[in-house]
């Protein structure tokens, strides 16, 4: 390998970058990965989807029991928040996993290099004083919490989403700035356990990208469960005296100023790629206007040698997404043809219901051409119904002519798990009418989207 200490070295061990190490090594190439923090995983399993996934899931628990749902089915429970104790289980799945990346970086043999790396030269990186020299760099370093002009995040009153999975006790008023992804799944654990919370969102709907149907419904059920929206409305400014803040709001359109106070505020308003003190001006690599690493097909920037993928790039910041073109990158590097069809990539929201969805949106499926819509109802699925999870629906979008699903929707308990199936059906280029036909199981909440691709048709038997 000449003077090369490696094949391949990946800068960042998040869902992207430990993926495309593990595959890289599987390939037979020498491969090391840099990480800043102290443990492996990146904002996935420190920081994001797993320690969120565990406060929502315990929190439903003690939801379902304080709101009547287990009474309901004949379990009378009173439950008592033992908050320690629901922070050491996140922590111990955070553990758990982080702990699961060291153990397959050296089942595989993959080096973990500890520390910040930076460019010296397009095949060079310094990591902690010391110099390694790879044929292939990749850049898989992320993204971090977009901060709003003026505020600053303590990570006590003014909380982002690190410090949302750690407040010490439930906050009695809980102000969320921004109606995305983060301040819907933050914001429903905190409600579930008793804050009040309200979601300032700048636009007309929350959850911005996501059908405009099921963005109506994702309020209406949220607004059910207790919390309040404030929706098209912005949050110009906060100001903190001791423990509690005070809000400045303003209608987006323009109007009249209003204050709210809270005793946590949760900024939730986005995420931007992580691309300072990496040394690209070293590599005459310049991030594009949204602060992002421009790739081709392949995910080659434009320096020979140096590849990105992830949140650093354009595209959904999403975990799947990051995992997908980690294995993509890994095969190109290897000369292998690494393909991620980005038009296939799911997106959850793991509330209660979840929200799901995978392709285009109505709107976006109309500009392309005439299409048809089959719509089912989860009050109409024997399962749903039988489980007390009335809620939400499964919309799929069909082009009129060739019948092709362009894109599939779900509000459903269990909208996360029911997704995957849109998606192979998608990929594999599947029309409704394929879908009507495939046999699900009964009783399912899947058989929804049997029910709606037959809807597509106008032949849903159980509306
Ligand atoms: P990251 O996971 O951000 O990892 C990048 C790593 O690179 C970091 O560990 C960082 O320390 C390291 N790094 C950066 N610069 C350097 C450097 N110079 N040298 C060495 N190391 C460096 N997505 C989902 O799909 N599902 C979810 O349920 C979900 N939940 C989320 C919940 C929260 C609260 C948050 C914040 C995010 C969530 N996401 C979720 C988004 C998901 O975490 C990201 O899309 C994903 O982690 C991106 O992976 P990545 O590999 O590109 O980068
Ligand atoms: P987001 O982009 O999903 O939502 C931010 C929201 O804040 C937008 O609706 C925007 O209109 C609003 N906003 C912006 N400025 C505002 C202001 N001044 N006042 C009021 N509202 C304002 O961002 P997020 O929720 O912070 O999430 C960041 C990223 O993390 C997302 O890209 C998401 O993909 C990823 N993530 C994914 C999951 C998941 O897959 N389940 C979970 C958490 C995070």
New binding site residues.
Partial sequence: MADYDYDVLIIGSGPGGYVAAIRAAQLGLKTACVEGRETLGGTCLNV??IP?KALLHASEYFDAAANGTMAKMGVEVTPKLNLPAMHAQRLDAVAQLTGGIAFLFKKNKVDWLKGYAKFTSADTVEVVGKSFRAKNIVIATGSSV?P?PGVTVDQKVVVD?TGALELPKVPKRMVV???????L?LGSVWRRLGAEVIV????DQ???GMDMDIRKEAAKIFKKQGMTLRLG???TGVSVKGSKATLTLEPSAGGAMETLEADCVLV????RPNTEGLGLDAIGLAPNARGQIEIDHDFRTSVPGVWAIGDVVPG???AHKAEDEGIAVAENIAGLTGIVNHAVIP????TWPEIAGVGLTEDQAKELGEIKVGKFPMLANSRAKTNHEPDGFVKIIADARTDKVLGVWAIASVAGTMIAEACVAMEFGATSEDIAYTSHAHPTHSEAIKEAAMGVMGKAIHI
């Fill in positions: 994001g989807c969120s977009t709003l989403s700035i921004g109606g995305g992804v983060i301040g799944e300032v969102e700048f636009l929350l959850l911005p409305t912005k949050v939730s308003i986005g995420r959904p910041m999403l997106g959850v929201v793991y």
